[in-house]
Structures are given as C-alpha cells and as structure tokens.
C-alpha cells in the first residue's frame, strides 16, 4: 500500500521528524551499497555497476540532514561557536579517530606512507593534500567536508537571521558560483577542490531553512506524481550528466540532489512497516555505519578468495558484518560520550 500524499507538519516542541531519519538511513544504505558493488565484487555487470552509481548521490541528503538536524537543535537551543564545535568534533571526530587508527594497522588499507596519512587525518590537514584526502577509505573526503561546515555554522546562522528568505538564494547562488569556477579551471576534477563545501552549501542550507520553516509551524506537502516525476527527471539528467563527464558533471548536483530526495520521499510513502524500520534502523548507526564500511569490505574480500557467484554470498556477509559492527561501535561511542559527559560534569 503507498499513499498519495506525504504531509510532514511543523511544530512542537523537541519534535522528532522521522522522515528525515528515514531519508538518512535510505541513503547510507544505498552508498555502502555502491561501494560494495563498485569496488568488491569483480564479476557484477558493468551495467549494474553503473547503476549503483546513484547510490553515492545519497551524500547529497547527508549535507541535507546536516544542515536541518544543526538548525532545528540550534533554534531550540542556541549555542557559541566554541562550544558548539567542541560537541561536533567529539561527537565526530573522535570516532572517526578511532577508525583511522584501526587503519593505520592494516597494511593494505593504504599503500603510501601510514605514518603521514595518518597523521594528515588527526591533524585534519588532509583536507588540503589529494595524495591524503581519500586515505584508508574514499568515503573520508565527506568528513573534511562535514568540518569544514561545522566551521562556519554559527556564523551562517547569523547571517541567515540577517537575510531572511534571501539566504537560500544567496547560498544556492555561492554554489553555482563555485561549480562555474571549478568547471571552467578544470578544479573540479581534483578532490579536494570538488568537495570544498561552498560545493554543497545550498543543499546544507536548504535543510536549514525546511528546518526553520517546521519549527515555526508551517508543513510541508508533496504528492505520489510530483515526487516521482522530479525523481526521474532528477535521476536522468544526473546520469546523463555523470556520464558525460568533464564540466557538465560539475553542475549536474542540483539534479542529483532533488532526485535522489524525491526517489527517498516517494519510497517512504509505502507503507510497508519493514521497509520504514529497517531504514531507520540504519539511520540510527548512519555515521558509524560510514565510517566502519569500507575497514570492513577491504579486510573480508582480502582475507576471503573469491570468485564467481560466492562472490555475492560473501557481498552480503560483509555488508550484514559491517552493520553488526557498526552497531557495536555506536554502542562503544555513546559510552565514550556519557563518560565525558560525567567528566565535564562532575
């Protein structure tokens, strides 16, 4: 059974929105997913393969999130930017850390200099050398990203409450900006350049302002055909796009982005108890879940020959192994952030 109409409304005090958790969780499924069909299993069709691809767009509703889940927690509590970068970066960074760490001791997690790469990841100078951005997983370019917009939240916030409804505009139009820079320099092509964050300001952004928009009250109402055709349409021109390569493929975010959302919006209007459950599950160990993923791939399909239709069994092993331990890695954490807690506390 699917609905016709998806109505989020606003208002409440300390409301919890599940659509947005269950948009979350969509998408880091569908990004370990491309991971794992992309870089682990060698005898999946190329045309899957391609497929998946979508899958990585799900970074996009990352930044989303982001944004709406910083701005809700900050209308309802406001915050100085001291201490509000002290409860990101230990909420973030020390598992990240952690995870790094662990890398560092596997020797075919990297196979440039450990020590360095290690050390660019704690320092989080990495952000600034491509030789480093990506060590000891591809997926950690999202962090430098992630930190970069942690730094200048709480200055957005002020801007934001200067500009009213101009700030989306003026956002989306810094993005652009940025991709027309990028695409014609040809920056866009080295990483660290493609995932600076005025590269995915707007849509940072965009979760601040459904956020304000909530909280004061106001829904939000999209219906069954609408949601599908902005997914397709989306979808296309961001495959087109990607496929195209080159310059194209640095605007093609805007369409990828409203796609991705829309696909995730309309599956949620099913109403199929498991399919909420299991996405909100995941969403509940999102972070951990990315951080853990790729550790877990690289070991099981180094450490397990494979070939063939095993190949597949052993895909589903690991991704079932990555949830389990990022499961008990979240467990692990929130026991870290209780005891600090208690520290600063008492």
Same mark, same amino acid.
């Given at each position: 059974?699917?609905n016709?109409e998806?109505?989020?409304?606003?208002?409440?005090?300390?409301?919890?929105?599940e659509?947005?958790?269950?948009?979350?969780?969509?998408s880091i499924?569908t990004?370990?997913?491309m991971?794992?069909?992309?870089?682990?299993?060698?005898?999946c069709?190329?045309?899957?393969?391609?497929?998946?691809?979508?899958?990585?767009?799900?970074?996009?509703?990352?930044f989303f999130?982001s944004g709406?889940g910083?701005?809700?927690?900050?209308l309802?509590k /406001?915050?100085?930017?001291v201490?509000?970068?002290?409860?990101?970066l230990?909420?973030i960074?020390?598992?990240?850390?952690i995870?790094?760490?662990?890398?560092?001791?596997?020797?075919f997690?990297?196979?440039?200099?450990?020590i360095?790469?290690?050390l660019s990841h704690l320092f989080?100078?990495?952000m600034?050398i /491509?030789?480093?951005?990506?060590?000891?997983g591809?997926?950690?370019?999202?962090?430098?990203?992630?930190?970069?917009?942690?730094?200048?939240?709480? /200055?957005?916030?002020?801007?934001?409450?200067?500009?009213?409804?101009?700030f989306f505009?003026i956002?989306?139009c810094?993005?652009?900006?940025?991709w027309?820079?990028?695409?014609?320099t040809g920056l866009?092509? *080295?990483?660290?350049?493609?995932?600076f964050?005025?590269?995915?300001?707007? *849509?940072?952004?965009l979760?601040?302002?459904?956020a304000?928009?909530?909280e004061?009250?106001e829904?939000?109402e999209?219906?069954?055909?609408?949601?599908?055709?902005?997914a397709?349409?989306?979808?296309?021109?961001a495959a087109?796009a990607s496929?195209?390569?080159?310059?194209?493929?640095?605007?093609n975010?805007?369409?990828?982005?409203?796609?991705?959302?829309?696909?995730?919006?309309?599956?949620?209007?099913f *109403?199929?108890?498991?399919?909420r459950?299991l996405?909100?599950?995941i969403?509940?160990i999102?972070? *951990?879940?990315?951080?853990?993923?790729?550790l877990?791939?690289k070991?099981?399909?180094?450490i397990i /020959?494979?070939?063939g239709?095993?190949e597949?069994?052993?895909?589903?092993f690991?991704?079932?192994?990555?949830?389990m331990?990022?499961?008990?890695?979240?467990?692990?954490?929130n026991k870290?952030m209780?005891?600090?807690?208690?520290i600063?506390?008492g």
């Open positions: 059974m699917i016709n998806l109505k989020i409304s606003g208002g409440g005090k300390n409301k919890h929105y659509v947005i958790s269950f948009v979350r969780g969509f499924f990004i370990v997913l991971h794992l069909l992309q870089g682990y299993i060698k005898s069709p190329s045309i899957v393969a391609k497929a998946a691809a979508i899958g990585g767009t799900g970074v996009h509703v990352f999130c709406f910083l701005y809700l927690s900050y309802r /406001p915050i100085g930017f201490d509000f970068m002290k409860k990101r230990l909420k960074y020390v598992p990240y850390i995870i790094i760490l662990i890398s560092a001791f596997v020797p997690m990297f196979n440039g200099n450990r360095q790469a290690f989080l100078y990495k600034f /491509p030789e480093y951005e990506s060590s000891f591809n997926q950690f370019w999202f962090i430098s990203t992630l930190i970069q917009l942690y730094i200048v939240f709480i /200055p957005l916030c002020k801007v934001k409450k200067k500009l009213g409804k101009k505009l956002t989306f810094i993005s652009v900006a940025w027309i820079f990028t695409g014609i866009c092509n *080295e990483r660290i350049w493609g995932s964050f005025l590269q995915y300001l707007w *849509e940072f952004a979760g601040m302002m459904i304000q928009r909530l004061e009250g829904s939000i999209y219906n069954r055909k609408s949601l599908f055709l902005i397709v349409i989306g979808i296309t021109i087109i496929l195209k390569g080159g310059v194209l493929n640095t605007f975010d805007l369409f990828a982005m409203s796609g991705y959302l829309s696909l995730s919006l309309f599956i949620y209007l *109403e199929y108890n498991w399919v459950k996405f909100l599950f969403s509940s999102s972070y *951990e879940l990315y951080l853990v993923h790729v877990v791939f070991i099981i399909f180094t /020959p494979t070939s239709k095993v597949y069994l052993i895909a589903v690991a991704f079932v192994l990555a949830v331990i990022a499961y008990i890695y979240s467990i692990f954490i870290i209780k005891n600090k807690k208690k600063i506390c």
